[in-house]
């Protein structure tokens, strides 16, 4: 009897050796904006564009709903989740990696108040670091994981107080190449380039463009000058013929802000999010033997939602399954762990009984009742009510259409519920249940050992 229940005992723990093994690679995806409503419509037109049933993470294995909010605001921005995701604390609305003793806004605090993140853990255990986003570098989400700031639209000099810059407090694109966590980060692919660049800068691309910055730093040099074999990219091209064997680290910055929408990219100079992922870990796999921690946020599907945009958003959203689907085909997910998930909801609706036969792009109306046509998909707020009634020119499949909303306002609010998440790979089995978005943070560590 004792023989069979050692047995019994042995068998149990090899089964759930993977439980105790430590992840080595971790990736996670962030479709900002991303809620279930925009889940559901972007599945129906990957369908009807693409023939597919699924985005490609829709079948990963473990799923959880997370809870998201801010300290002080049931519904968030972007600021505060990232900081609940990559530092485990629940910060104020519009703070960056700091905890609730700071306001918006506010120095007050600052010092006592620090956090730190998952790349810093990442950094500690001698890891690699990666950051990828189609927003600007220094936009919220990813600016959440490097930098300290009591304002999210701090991203240059240029946009802080000249008090507050006379002091030396850091912007955050300053922040993001000064990142002093063991000889800072290795990889970083998106937009933003007019941030790195002083005022008296032109951008290599748009000769009508100038930098920001007021303290004269070209931030890119800073990137180059700060260890040997550092690389600097601002276009697909130098991005696909860069050899990362000479290659220590590497810096994209593809536009001078955002970086375009996947449907009026331009091909021919900007990386898709596919591209870059599929670049940024060949890149990680070529240095990294002991691992990585990677971020990538698909930051546009927001905008879009913000606009009314539900193609565009739809689009985005599409591109980012695209790019886990790149990412499974790179990954050895016995020691890597791979989540997507959302920073918040936007209150996009699916309304009208729409048929299945019918594009989720589409109009209904109900003649008795109201008369007008309306689009399938709508909003709660934002610049679509200005056009109710149908009184657009172009039709509802049309990227510039802006999907009807009932609240008038310049920019659509975000959404207050639960968004969902997904994992796959090792330790991905601790991701289920109803859980609290700071907690994605813990459950990393655990599973990384960090």
Not at 118 to 146: M, N, V
Not at 296 to 315: C, M, Q, T
Not at 354 to 364: A, D, M, R, V, Y
Not at 412 to 427: C, Q, S, Y
Request: glycine letters at 8%; hydrophobic letters at 35%.
């Amino acid at each position: 009897m004792f023989k069979k229940l050692f047995t019994l005992l042995i068998l149990s723990l090899v089964l759930s050796s993977s439980v105790f093994a430590e992840t080595k690679n971790i990736i996670v995806f962030i479709g900002d904006g991303m809620g279930i409503s925009t889940l559901t419509a972007a599945r129906k037109l990957n369908q009807e564009l693409n023939q597919k049933d699924n985005l490609s993470f829709e079948k990963f294995p473990y799923t959880a709903l997370v809870d998201v909010k801010c300290n002080d605001y049931l519904v968030p921005d972007s600021a505060c989740t990232a900081t609940a995701i990559a530092t485990g604390v629940s910060a104020n609305s519009g703070v960056l990696g700091l905890d609730n003793l700071v306001r918006r806004g506010s120095f007050a605090n600052f010092k006592q108040a620090n956090t730190k993140s998952l790349l810093s853990y990442a950094k500690e255990r001698s890891r690699l670091t990666g950051l990828i986003t189609t927003t600007a570098i220094t936009d919220a989400t990813p600016a959440g994981f490097y930098s300290h700031s009591p304002e999210r639209a701090w991203q240059s000099d240029a946009e802080m107080p000249e008090a507050l810059r006379a002091k030396g407090f850091s912007d955050i694109a300053k922040q993001l190449i000064d990142f002093s966590s063991g000889d800072g980060l290795d990889l970083v692919l998106g937009g933003g380039r007019q941030r790195f660049l002083s005022n008296s800068q032109v951008d290599p691309e748009y000769p009508n463009i100038q930098g920001l910055r007021l303290d004269g730093v070209d931030l890119i040099k800073s990137w180059t000058e700060k260890s040997l074999d550092s690389k600097y990219v601002w276009n697909k091209a130098d991005l696909l013929a860069t050899d990362f064997n000479k290659t220590k680290k590497l810096l994209g910055l593809f536009e001078p802000g955002h970086m375009a929408y996947e449907g009026e990219r331009n091909k021919q100079t900007d990386p898709s999010l596919s591209e870059m992922v599929a670049s940024g870990l060949d890149f990680l796999y070529q240095k990294s033997s002991n691992g990585f921690f990677l971020m990538v946020e698909g930051g546009r599907i927001d905008h879009a939602h913000h606009e009314n945009l539900a193609k565009n958003a739809l689009e985005e959203t599409i591109q980012l399954g695209e790019a886990v689907e790149v990412a499974l085909s790179k990954v050895d997910l016995s020691n890597t762990l791979i989540l997507v998930t959302a920073d918040h909801s936007h209150t996009l609706g699916i309304v009208g009984y729409p048929k299945n036969s019918e594009s989720i792009l589409g109009q209904g109306h109900d003649p008795e009742s109201y008369p007008a046509k309306y689009s399938f998909l709508n909003y709660l707020s934002g610049p679509g009510a200005r056009y109710a009634g149908n009184k657009q020119s172009i039709p509802s499949n049309d990227k510039h259409y802006h999907q009807n909303s009932l609240i008038n306002s310049a920019s659509a609010k975000h959404g207050g519920e639960d968004v969902a998440l997904f994992a796959i790979g090792a330790g991905s089995e601790n991701f289920h249940g109803a859980i609290k978005q700071r907690q994605i943070f813990q459950l990393i560590k655990d599973a990384a050992k960090f």
